[in-house]
Antibody, heavy 118, light 112 residues
Framework: QVPLVQSGADVKKPGASVKVSCRAS????????IHWVRQATGQGPEWMGW????????GYAEKFQGRVIMTRNTSITTAYMELSSLRSEDTAVYYC???????????WGQGTLVTVSS | DIVMTQSPDSLAVSLGERASINCKSS????????????VAWYQQKPGQPPKLLIH???TRESGVPDRFSGSGSGTDFTLTISSLQAEDVAVYYC?????????FGPGTRVDI
């Protein structure tokens, strides 16, 4: 049973926004922070930010400040990551992951490929 | 931000032999209140998300074979595969969680 299921692949034009969803199941959604990590082809994971599903508090990597918004809907145990002003360099697989304990990520979604192309 | 570096970029090891991967952080990752180091290790195979192997630098996750071990303290850490198996071919990443702004290392590819 995979506790995090993400939305499907998406193709966007430069300048557009994308919103990726991450539906949690099998655990208490509000008890674990959700992190978003992206990975371009052939590159290592790049941490984007986190969100506390209970309070809605967020923290973003400086690189994405002003361009990313992480939200949640607790009634449907779903987290969202919206990235705006997309450019070709944003083409990547985007993952959500559950934080356990002080900061390790014990469960990951299957990933969502976002392609930015004109 | 804390910068994580890894070495080597890649290595090839014979089946049954030992593989060691190094990870270095730009700041100490020793968590003062717990006296533990805020480092995790992940394994990633093609087309899959990263899989958590180790947290607190040396605590193995449930179900992870005991040939995987983590060590180190402060700024220098090592992931060791004591006897490499074919299914261990993957890219391995370290990650710090000392601050609320996480960072990953660039990865080390392990091949046979």
């Amino acid at each position: 049973q995979v506790p995090l299921v993400q939305s499907g692949a998406d193709v966007k034009k430069p300048g557009a926004s994308v919103k990726v969803s991450c539906r949690a199941s099998g655990y208490t959604f509000i008890s674990h922070d959700i992190h978003w990590v992206r990975q371009a082809t052939g590159q290592g994971p790049e941490w984007m930010g986190w969100m506390n599903p209970y309070s809605g508090t967020t923290g973003y990597a400086e690189k994405f400040q002003g361009r990313v918004i992480m939200t949640r809907n607790t009634s449907i145990t779903t987290a969202y990551m919206e990235l705006s002003s997309l450019r070709s360099e944003d083409t990547a697989v985007y993952y959500c992951a559950r934080q356990y304990g002080s900061g390790w990520l014990d469960f990951w979604g299957q990933g969502t490929l976002v392609t930015v192309s004109s | 931000d804390i910068v994580m570096t890894q070495s080597p970029d890649s290595l090839a090891v014979s089946l049954g032999e030992r593989a060691s991967i190094n990870c270095k952080s730009s700041q100490s990752l020793l968590h003062s209140s717990s006296n533990k180091n805020s480092v995790a290790w992940y394994q990633q195979k093609p087309g899959q998300p990263p899989k958590l192997l180790i947290h607190w630098a040396s605590t193995r996750e449930s179900g992870v074979p005991d040939r995987f071990s983590g060590s180190g303290s402060g700024t220098d850490f090592t992931l060791t595969i004591s006897s490499l198996q074919a299914e261990d071919v993957a890219v391995y990443y370290c990650q710090q969680y000392q601050t609320s702004l996480f960072t990953f290392g660039p990865g080390t590819r392990v091949d046979i």
